[in-house]
């Protein structure tokens, strides 16, 4: 086995055009990302064909990029690995069949990554002594999974949403009370001027012993919240909105993520996905953390979101598993982290 092995990595599933060196795993040694947020915020949303043409774009530049920003040829790397789902299957297919390309010129083998994986992963890079197993709360644009993670690659997914992902509720909200896209950020950043407690929105704890969750009865009560006040004519306060919503979601996200730890018996937690990046969610996780002895790892924001860096890692575990994928890779929009 060499000392260094070296993974292009590629990611496109949704919104994000990203590629990445990485080494060994967990040294990055460039991560270019090019986001297509503002073409995509005139729409208030993703517009998959409009992504997927972007990407078409984008992806010789930001690959060669990522190449030249860690000064390694294509003679160097050791494998290529691609994000082949779950996310927009025409945006995914860009990535996949660049990846497949660059492998079959180069010579180089191909790695299939799970995006999930890929955002589970995220934690090993700036936490260098994180191993498995621990707790991983990944609540992202289109996924909320707690999942217990028992060994490079080997998951159990303990909950999920049983209908909005917990980063698709931030969304709608915002653009309830007039925000931009994507609503995440922006309510992250108004709630630090607004009053938590101002409205008692529901928390949803569904009552059947499992660790699911489910966000749309509370995204009915905010936006019954706001119409009923624009019917009275009553002045909606939307730092306090925002702050009271936040609140009920990370309420919510916290509460399940130490019962998991709880019923696991298992001590180190950490977050993963575009949710993660939330202020609110990253304190109120860490004071729990810090009340019961537990470890608390977290990335930083820029690889919470969508990037390829995440995606080298997750890469690297499956190289030396020799866990390689053939040219017949496709891209799987609905792929599950445990298939
Ligand atoms: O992981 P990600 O970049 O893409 C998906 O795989 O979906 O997550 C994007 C999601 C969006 O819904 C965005 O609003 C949310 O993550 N997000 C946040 C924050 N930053 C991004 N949600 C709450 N607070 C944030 N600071
Ligand atoms: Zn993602």
Redesign the pocket.
Known sequence: MKDSVLILSIESS?DETAAAVVENGRNVLSNVISSQIEIHKQFGGVVPEVASRKHIENINDVVSEALINANVSCEQLDAVAVTYGPGLVGALLVGVNFAKGLSYAWNKPLIGVN?IEG?ISANYIENKNLEPPFICMVA????THLVYVKNYGEYEILGKTRDDAA??A??KIARAIGLGY????L??EISKRGNKDAIKFPRVIIDDDTLDFSFSGLKSAVLNYIHNSEQKNEKIVIEDVAASFQEAVVDVLVLKTIEAAQIKNCHTITLA???A???RLRERIMDECIRLNYKFTKPSPILC??NAAMIGCAGYYKYLNKQFADSSLNAMPNLELTE
Do not use: A, K
Request: net charge negative; charged share 15%; glycine share 28%.
């Open positions: 949704c995006h955002h992202s644009g289109g996924h980063g698709e931030f969304d994507p609503g995440g950020p309510i992250d996905g575009g949710v990046s939330n202020s979101t969508d």
